[in-house]
């Protein structure tokens, strides 16, 4: 079974301050692991992605994540937050390159001016 | 990045109707889509898996006589809500994923339900 974990709620930051939302996962294969945010009543837009390669990977709008395969981690991060990045961010796993994605909870980002 | 679109974007129907909700995928195929549907703050919980040409396949706890699903092509499926009640108020999202050459999932915009 394979399961995500975001153990923030919600993320508070001041802009210009780097940004970190935090993910965990748990699959039995090899992780696909992506990073999708949500603006208020859209879908979700998609962010960045790992599937193998560099640990380290970098997406849309600044943002990067780092996969760390010992620490089953898989942080999303911004050196410099905007206004305009408050939405929801979701962290999601796949076990492998097919089957359901699952979801982690969801984290509220909001930065302020 | 592929897009996938979602009609309509809002609705508003009352007890006991159907509505039809269409998610397509504009610039792929897809042989697969999912449909979710999401509360307030919360995450997206997946309904069913969309197969072009088949049955869909349904999640523990989703009635599949009161969403019926139909993937008629492989560039649309639909979610249709039967009966509606208040309680099947909700977000709900469609997502896709071209059959090759990515492993990412594009979602629709979504559907806002409102059953009065």
């Known amino acids: 079974a394979q399961s995500v974990a975001q153990p923030e709620d919600q993320v508070n930051v001041a802009e210009g301050n780097p940004l970190t939302v935090k993910c965990t996962y748990s699959?039995?294969?090899?992780?696909?692991l992506f990073w999708y945010v949500q603006y208020p009543n859209r879908g979700l837009q998609f962010l960045l992605k790992?599937?193998?390669?560099?640990?380290l990977v970098k997406g849309s709008y600044g943002f990067e994540a780092e996969f760390n395969k010992s620490q089953t981690s898989f942080h999303l991060k911004k050196p410099s937050a905007l206004v305009s990045d408050s939405a929801l961010y979701f962290c999601?796993?796949?076990?492998?390159?097919?089957?359901?994605?699952?979801f982690g909870a969801g984290t509220q980002v909001v930065v302020t001016p | 990045g592929a897009v996938v679109s979602q009609h309509p974007s809002w609705v508003i129907c009352k007890s006991g109707t159907s509505v039809k909700i269409e998610c397509r995928s504009l610039?792929?195929?897809?042989?697969?889509m999912f449909w979710y549907r999401q509360f307030p703050k919360q995450s997206l919980m997946l309904m069913a898996t969309?197969?072009?040409?088949?049955?869909?396949?349904?999640e523990q706890g989703v009635e599949k006589d009161k969403f019926l699903i139909n993937h008629a092509s492989l560039t649309l499926s639909t979610l249709t809500v039967t009966s509606a009640h208040p309680e099947d108020s909700s977000f709900y999202i469609c997502?896709?994923?071209?059959?090759?050459?990515?492993?990412?999932?594009?979602f629709g915009q979504g559907t806002r339900l409102t059953v009065v």
């Open positions: 969309s197969n072009e040409g088949s049955k869909a396949t349904y």
């Open positions: 997502s896709a994923s071209p059959s090759t050459g990515t492993e990412e999932a594009f």
């Open positions: 790992y599937i193998t390669g560099d640990n």
């Open positions: 699959v039995s294969g090899n992780p696909y």
């Open positions: 999601a796993v796949r076990d492998g390159s097919w089957g359901k994605l699952q």
């Open positions: 610039d792929f195929q897809a042989t697969t």
